[in-house]
C-alpha cells in the first residue's frame, strides 16, 4: 500500500499538468468515435443519470500497455505520462486482486476463486478501466444547468472498483435506506465499490452502490478543483458471469458486451 501512495504523490501531478492544457491541445488525444474506451472527455461528455444534465467533469481513460486503441499524450506536451500512469495502473491492478482475494474468502470461496477470470489483467484481454477525471473549480462564469452535478447518480457497471480521492469533498454514496451520505476522504485509504457485475454473480449477497459528486456549497470549496483516480476492475472480456449460487436470478452476460453496453448509453444523449 506504501508503495501505491508513493506512486500517487508522482501521478496526481502529471494529472494536474495534462488537465491544465488549453481544449486546444487536449482535443488531440480525446476519445475516437465509436466504441473507444481510451483517451480525453471533455466537460459534459458524460451523463450516467439521464435524470440530469451531463457532468461538470472531465476524464482520462488510460489504456493497457498492448493496446493498439490507448491514447497517450506526447512527452513533450507531458513529460512521462505514460510510464508513470502505467507503472500506478499496474499497482493498482495488484490491489485489485488482493481485494478480490478477501471477497472470494468472504463468499466461502478459494481465496483465488476470481483469479481465473482476471488471467489477463493488465493488457487488452481485460476489460478493466483506469481513469482519471478531474472537476474544475466553479466560477461564475461557468453556466450551471437546473439539476446540474459534478457527476450524476449511478452505479458502477463491472466487478469492483478502487477509488483515491483528493481532499476535496463532495463525493456521496448511496446507504440501503434510499439516502446519500457523504464519503469523506481519508488520506492513505481506498475506496471499494461495488459493480453491476458483481451484484449479478453473487445473486445480490453483493449489491453494487449508488454514489454521485456534489456541487460543494461552500464558495471556498466550490473555487477549488477536485481530483480522484479510479480503476474498475472488471474481468476479462470473455468471461462469461453466471449466478455462483446455481440461480437462475440474472441470466449469464458476457463481461465486456455487458459492461460496453451501458458504458455507451453514458455518451448516447
Not at 97 to 108: D, F, N, Q, T
Not at 114 to 125: E, L, Q
Request: proline share 7%; glycine share 8%; aromatic share 10%.
Amino acid at each position: 500500500m506504501g508503495s501505491l501512495l508513493k506512486r500517487l504523490k508522482m501521478c496526481f501531478p502529471r494529472v494536474m499538468t495534462f488537465f491544465s492544457l488549453s481544449k486546444n491541445v487536449k482535443i488531440r488525444y480525446q476519445k475516437k468515435q465509436g466504441d473507444s474506451q481510451y483517451g480525453w472527455d471533455q466537460m459534459e461528455r458524460e451523463r450516467p443519470n439521464l435524470d440530469r444534465p451531463a457532468d461538470l467533469k472531465e476524464s482520462f481513460d488510460v489504456g493497457a500497455p498492448d493496446s493498439e486503441e490507448a491514447i497517450w499524450p506526447d512527452d513533450e506536451v507531458v513529460p512521462n505520462f505514460k510510464r508513470t500512469l502505467s507503472s500506478f495502473r499496474l499497482k493498482f491492478c495488484h490491489l485489485g486482486m488482493r481485494v478480490l482475494s478477501a471477497i472470494g474468502i468472504g463468499l466461502e470461496k478459494d481465496p483465488d476463486f476470481f483469479a481465473p477470470f482476471y488471467k489477463f489483467v493488465g493488457t487488452k484481454g481485460n476489460t478493466s478501466q483506469f481513469r482519471i477525471n478531474y472537476y474544475p473549480k466553479i466560477t461564475d462564469n461557468l453556466v450551471i444547468k437546473p439539476g446540474q452535478i459534478r457527476c450524476g447518480e449511478h452505479t458502477d457497471y463491472g466487478g469492483i472498483s478502487l477509488l483515491i480521492q483528493d481532499e476535496a469533498r463532495g463525493l456521496e454514496v448511496g446507504t440501503v435506506e434510499g439516502k446519500y451520505v457523504p464519503a469523506t476522504p481519508i488520506p492513505g485509504t481506498v475506496l471499494i465499490n461495488i459493480g453491476d457485475l458483481m451484484q449479478r454473480w453473487t445473486s445480490d449477497k453483493l449489491k453494487s452502490t449508488p454514489h454521485r459528486v456534489l456541487i460543494p456549497e461552500d464558495e471556498i470549496k466550490r473555487g477549488k478543483p477536485r481530483r480522484s483516480i479510479v480503476l474498475f476492475f472488471d474481468p476479462d472480456r470473455e468471461t462469461l458471469i453466471t449466478c455462483l449460487d446455481g440461480s437462475n436470478k440474472y441470466p449469464p452476460v458476457i463481461s465486456d458486451v455487458y459492461v460496453m453496453e451501458l458504458l455507451k448509453k453514458t455518451y448516447e444523449f
